[in-house]
């Protein structure tokens, strides 16, 4: 349980600096885009990109409301998406990683979406204060 609210704070300060860059650079990030200097421009595109555990969920959830309100294209295209994302996942896996992959894995990845979720809710608190993450790990490795 410890280890899943030092994940939710650390993906929390990352989201909250995601939307600050956001908020401060979207506007001059397309210009920069528009203009030819595709470098800075395409940091705003990468920074527009939802964290791919929060895509998962968003897809399931349109998919679902589609299924319940009966409109074809409300789950067609969210589940042909919803497969594309799963099959470049399931592929970026590594191979010799498979043999480790247990059902108790699979099982972890509602927890983590929730996590997230709880993460995007909690943003606000990232601007408020500083959220420290603890380190652990053997002593040789921690910096003094």
């Avoid at 994940?7 to 210009?31: D, H, P, V």
Wanted: hydrophobic residues 55%; without cysteine; charged residues 15%.
């Amino acid at each position: 349980m410890a280890q899943r609210a030092v994940f939710e704070n650390q993906r929390t300060r990352w989201i909250a600096a995601q939307w600050q860059f956001l908020k401060f650079y979207f506007w001059s990030g397309l210009q920069e885009l528009f203009a030819g200097r595709f470098a800075s421009g395409f940091k705003v595109i990468q920074a527009v990109i939802v964290p791919k555990i929060l895509l998962l969920g968003l897809l399931i959830l349109n998919v679902s409301i589609g299924f319940l309100t009966g409109n074809q294209l409300l789950w067609q295209v969210p589940f042909s998406l919803l497969l594309l994302q799963m099959a470049s996942m399931i592929i970026s896996v590594p191979t010799y990683l498979w043999k480790r992959v247990s059902l108790k894995e699979l099982l972890l990845i509602p927890v983590l979406l929730l996590s997230f979720v709880r993460a995007v809710l909690n943003m606000r608190k990232a601007f408020k204060r500083f959220m420290h993450t603890p380190h652990t790990g053997s002593p040789d490795t921690q910096v003094p």
